[in-house]
């Protein structure tokens, strides 16, 4: 296993484990818990060249472009994997629906279907790991960059996760 591989299979971990514990309700206990981050500029977290600019950003309510560049790709991956699932489903019983009619028809009208919301995802990809691009180019050097999606791979697990 490569150490890329190694590295996406760790933050996916990691992904799950935070959601879980969100969705658990697990952080609520911890201090600070639904307070603002505290991004004063004296933070010994933000390089010293940096901190002027972070503090005129905060006192005038500006947030970076990548953090909201990296909100958006969040949500736009969330919508992406979320579209497939129901694809896969919606592929899945058409096809359950053919072999119980005995109909080749039905059948190809499923494949069909399914190849156009393929090409669809992957169009959608497409733009997703443009975006990716522009917020690797723009992101610190002290924060992690995002791996750019597989069409392909999700359309196959996708599938999978159907059976």
């Known amino acids: 296993m490569s150490d890329r591989d190694r590295m996406k299979r760790w933050e ?7 959601k879980r514990a969100i969705g658990d309700g697990d952080m609520h206990h911890l201090p600070g818990a639904g307070m603002p981050l505290n991004l004063d500029a004296d933070d010994t977290n933000v390089p010293e060249e940096l901190r002027m600019a972070y503090k ?11 953090i909201m560049l990296g909100q958006e790709l969040y949500a736009d991956k969330e919508r ?29 009208e499923a494949d069909e279907r399914w190849e156009k919301a393929c090409d669809r995802i992957r169009q959608e ?14 992101v610190p050097p002290q924060v992690n960059q995002r791996i750019p999606l597989n069409a392909d791979i999700l359309i196959r697990r ?4 159907t059976t």
Do not use: H
């Open 12 to 18: 996916s971990f990691i992904d799950e484990q935070i």
């Open 56 to 66: 005129i950003m905060q006192d005038n309510d500006v947030v970076p472009e990548w």
């Open 80 to 108: 992406i994997e979320y579209r497939l699932a129901a694809f896969a489903k919606s592929y899945r019983a058409r096809l359950a629906d053919a072999n119980r009619a005995m109909s080749f028809i039905m059948m190809r």
């Open 125 to 138: 990809v497409e733009a997703y790991n443009k975006k990716i691009l522009i917020f690797n180019i723009s």
């Open 158 to 161: 996708a599938l999978e996760s």
